[in-house]
């Protein structure tokens, strides 16, 4: 069991940034691809970036690609995703989550775990 927790999102202005966490607990952390997804009301989650178990790969949304840098500190049991350059679009809740496989996936219902979500608005 893996138990997730987001954190640092918040109200920005358009062009602002913004830097989510994801600190994991339980089982080992560094045997899981984590994800970040977001979903606005009404629609499905969307993909937003993945990192592989050990960090040296990194996958990215067109809609996000040179704007937000996914990383991980396994030491800390920490998942970051650093967004640049924020846009109106950009206005979700971010989710982070855990899948077992080494890459992971950008289909949402591949992943095992789950955090409650982080709300970021980005305001033009």
């Known amino acids: 069991q893996v138990q997730l927790v987001e954190s640092g999102g918040g109200l920005v202005q358009a062009g602002d940034s913004l830097r989510l966490s994801c600190t994991a607990s339980g089982r080992i952390y560094n045997g899981y691809a984590v994800g970040w997804f977001r979903r606005v009301p009404g629609e499905e989650r969307e993909f937003v970036a993945r990192?592989?178990?050990?960090?040296?790969?990194?996958y990215y949304a067109d809609s996000v690609k040179g704007r937000f840098t996914i990383s991980r500190d396994n030491a800390k049991n920490m998942s970051y995703l650093q967004m640049n350059n924020l846009k109106p679009e950009d206005t979700a809740v971010y989710y982070c989550?855990?899948?077992?496989?080494?890459?992971?996936?950008?289909?949402?219902?591949?992943?095992?775990?789950w955090g409650q979500g982080t709300q970021v608005t980005v305001s033009s």
């Open positions: 990192i592989s178990r050990t960090g040296v790969r990194t």
């Open positions: 989550a855990a899948d077992r496989r080494h890459y992971g996936s950008k289909i949402a219902d591949e992943y095992e775990y």
